[in-house]
């Protein structure tokens, strides 16, 4: 069978693009038509996910992209009155993750032998978070599964867009990063050791302390290479396996929050994950403790979870929503004051979405700001060391022409 690329439109108008196998061009529009969409280009791909997985594809999980994409898809499907088992089985064949495929059939089987989605993708937390598990049950339950599935696309295509944005200005700062430590590395190993012997050839006698360090430490690399390089990957492989801790965990979680200039960009991320993801549970149907106990795990972030829980606990009292979040430091007025007219006016899933697409622009915003704040920041440290060190080696050479004049 060969894999085939489409493009078409749904129901509503919005373009899909997609992937299908099927043995001829023919199969592939009768499928589409099943699924109910408006053909407007299909052509042949040049590899397709029957093929057999390449080394990388060991390692590679299931995208937010794969993952939005099949949702978009999944949601149309249901629409257009496709059963549960028919659309994922298009699904299936259609997916180019092999990841996502194999998740795919096992859901596919067991929704065949009567569980519910819901069971069916809980069974797979490696790529359905409680997040979705729990928007889909409510969808069952509602009878609006497509709609909710349309709500879970948007917000995992919002979610990709943001994470995409930060990784794209962050890689410039650590390319700049991985330049200067190569650069230090080679004038420490290689450059340095070359002005040892130049001294020793001209029978320097005491050498300056800036010198005498700078070689010490040159000395100190070259010599017992054999003990530094392994002792700082035990070193780094202890340190992940701690904050894998609970107490790691915790540490970490409460030293991001407090960075000097990393702080207010990670709490600005917290913050659009946690009204997002909120809105989009209560937007969905699910109820309010629920979703307040499935965002908490989603915030991924251990001191905002016990907030959230502490919010969560003043809520079941009895308590509205806005009290006890104006009494967490974390979460500021605006939010609290946005919530509060959400309350009032009967929106709060509209009003919890608005602050999240606020807080993703100013997320972007202050991720680029400080990738253009670090650049000339790591610029001129790396000129102050490099320079510092090309000093230090030619004091000697200063003293002797001082001593020669």
Known sequence: MAVYQYTARDQMGRVVTGTLEAENDAQVAEKLHQMGFFITAIERAKAGPGEARSFFDLFRGISLRDLALMSRQFSTMVNSGLTLVRSLTILEQQTTSHRLREVLSKVRADVEQGR???????????AFSSLYVNMVRAGEAGGVLDDVLQRLATFLEKEFALRQKIKSAMVYPVILTLAATGALLFMTMVIIPQFVVFFQELNVGDLPVPTKIVMAVSYVLRTFWYVWIPGIAVAVWGFLRWLRTPVGKAWWDRTKLRLPVFGP???KTILARFARTLGTLLGAGVPLLQSFDVTSKAVDNVVVEEAIRK???????GESIALPLSQVELFPPMVVQMVKVGEEAGNLDEMLVKVADFYDTEVEAAVAALASTLEPAMIVFMGLVVGAMVISLYLPIFQLAAKAG
Request: no cysteine; aromatic share 0%; proline share 5%.
């Open 311 to 317: 919010v969560r606990a003043s809520i079941r009292e």
């Open 265 to 267: 960009v990670i709490q």
């Open 116 to 126: 519910t989605l819901a069971e069916a993708l809980a069974k797979h937390p490696q």
